[in-house]
């Protein structure tokens, strides 16, 4: 059940994005000693299938690295003469290795076209704002929110090439005990070949050059990759502006019932050069809900953003990264930018994993429309400018907690404006 590896950039990129912070596939992290995977490569040692590191050892209770379990998971999937018992094994440790394989160049399609037709991935979560943010008499509001959270992430496959994605997202207020409310986030096709992808229908929409700072959502259109070590990205379509700065301005900008979604095109360029990576892009967006949104140009009914990023992987543990952007159709809070600094990173696999970071943000409100820092999805906390700081730990397998702490300013008054914020995370 895990998501198909689309380029070292944006598994890099992922890594600086807040609710997946440190959520980054490491193909040489280790396998923990009482993960499932042991068990099964145990038996098919013991059924001649597999034969450890190759001197017919696992090396008693010593981690393993999830790229040693690829390539033993590899060899046996070479294998013909298998029982229906171990052929199951290895099509359950494939799937869950698939990352690793897919980096080794093994496909495991063939596997998953003999498995269910439909998988499933989804998580439950908790997620806690408290902010404080000075008001015009120079005192500070207080405001506390919370919000539960239960995803279902299913994947169909259609045939070799192609699969259909959805997720579905149901969301309730435990402090009001109030109903769930239920949506379909995103349904789309997609087909994937050599050097080439392609989406169709409502789809994510992640500004991958920016590791998310302007954009995390879905629209409405289509989106074609193709590349290797540089990927173009092509796409176009329509985008509901009430999801634009998570309860800014923007949302309430016209008092009358009308069409909030912009017409959107949009060109990324991103690619890695040994550690660093990086990438560009342009965006258009036009909607008549521009003409009465505080802050665009006079009459005008585009936004056209331009933006850029790079990064730098140090070492195994440390990661640098910056973003910049602007909207040239913006008279003001038109320009954003990031830098922050990532150390290791926690993995919901690896029980005891942990990460942190720092962050310097700038996040002017018509440019930065929808950023994927979870400090910013409170109302009262966007169009600031300061520092953030977080940490996420793995206090069991498949459970992942965080903690983010922001401080700084708003940018249209330079009043105080401060957030802190938990999740807690149960992946299946």
């Known amino acids: 059940m895990k998501k198909t590896l689309v380029s070292a950039l944006t598994t890099a990129l992922v890594v600086g994005a807040a609710s997946t912070t440190f959520a980054a596939a490491n193909p040489f992290s280790d396998v923990p000693a009482d993960h499932w995977a042991y068990d099964a490569v145990t038996q098919l040692a013991a059924d001649g299938v597999i034969e450890g590191y190759g001197d017919t050892t696992f090396r008693g209770q010593q981690n393993i690295t999830r790229y040693e379990m690829a390539q033993m998971i590899a060899k046996a999937m070479a294998r013909t003469d298998v029982s229906a018992s171990d052929k199951a094994l290895i099509d359950k440790l494939a799937a869950e290795f698939s990352d690793e394989l897919n980096n080794l160049g093994v496909r495991v399609s063939n596997l998953e076209r003999n498995a269910d037709n439909v998988k499933w991935n989804g998580q439950a979560r908790y997620r806690y704002w408290s902010q404080r943010y000075e008001n015009e008499k120079g005192s500070k509001d207080k405001k506390n929110t919370d919000q539960m959270n239960f995803r279902l992430e299913p994947s169909a496959e259609v045939n070799q090439n192609w ?240 903690a983010y702490y922001f401080n700084g300013k708003k940018l249209d008054t330079d009043r105080d404006a401060e957030l802190l914020f938990g999740r807690v995370n149960f992946w299946f």
């Open 163 to 402: 699969h259909v994605n959805a997720r579905i997202d149901a969301f309730t207020d435990p402090s009001k005990d109030t109903d769930a409310t239920v949506k379909l986030a995103r349904v789309w096709a997609q087909g994937d070949y050599k050097n080439f992808q392609v989406k169709l229908g409502k789809l994510p929409f992640f500004s991958t050059e920016t590791a998310g700072m302007l954009f995390d959502d879905q629209f409405s259109g289509a989106q074609v990759t193709f590349g290797k070590n540089l990927k173009a990205t092509l796409e176009a379509g329509r985008w509901n502006l009430n999801s634009a700065n998570k309860q800014s301005n923007l949302n309430h900008a016209t008092g009358q019932m009308g069409d909030n979604a912009a017409n959107y095109q949009g060109i990324a360029l991103n690619g890695t050069a040994g550690k660093l990576y990086g990438g560009a892009a342009y965006r258009h967006f036009n909607s008549n809900v521009f003409k009465q949104t505080t802050g665009f140009e006079k009459n005008t009914d585009e936004a056209n953003i331009w933006s850029v990023g790079a990064g730098y992987t140090f070492d195994k543990n440390w990661n640098l990264y910056g973003a910049y952007a602007k909207n040239e159709k913006a008279e003001s809070d038109a320009t954003a930018h990031n830098i922050q600094l990532n150390y290791k990173g926690a993995q919901k696999a690896n029980k005891g994993s942990w990460g942190a970071y720092t962050a310097y943000r700038y996040m002017g409100q018509n440019v930065a429309f929808a950023p994927t820092y979870e400090t910013f999805l409170s109302a009262g906390v966007n169009n600031v400018k300061g520092w953030e700081v977080g940490t996420e730990y793995v206090p069991f397998t498949n459970v992942t907690a965080a």
